[in-house]
């Protein structure tokens, strides 16, 4: 008899050792799933981040042989030029333009009053005041 109920408890004892293995192994391939997602999500959005990058130094090249195109016909520009070349608005560029402290640097031509811009000028301006182009 004891031997029969010390062989019961051996047999519940490994039983309930295989039921926390079990538990384990579904555990740890529940995590393995996860991180195969995870993976497959980090995969998608290095792509996406490649292709962005892409994109941005398409346009960054256009941005420069449009800048150099322009550059070697003049250096000034005025509002509407400066607002199409960075992407901003003229609300936006006479805001910089008219700020009290740290304004967007400008110049006025003395017999019309036009305004204009100097793009070196105003390339340097937004860099340092940390504004990036849209």
Known sequence: MEEEEEELDILQL???QVKAQEIAIVTKRARIKDLKEA???????NIEYNELLASYQK???MYTA???ELHIKRNHFNQKEISIL????ISTLT???????K???YHQYESNGNIYFILEE?????????????
């Open 103 to 105: 304004n967007l640097p």
């Open 59 to 61: 346009l960054e090249r």
């Open 66 to 68: 449009t800048k150099n």
């Open 39 to 45: 993976k497959e999500e980090l995969n998608r959005k």
């Open 14 to 16: 490994l039983k309930k």
């Open 122 to 134: 105003v390339e340097a301006w937004l860099e340092k005041e940390d504004i990036g182009r849209n």
């Open 95 to 101: 805001n910089y333009r008219t700020r009290t402290v």
């Open 86 to 89: 960075f992407g901003m608005s």
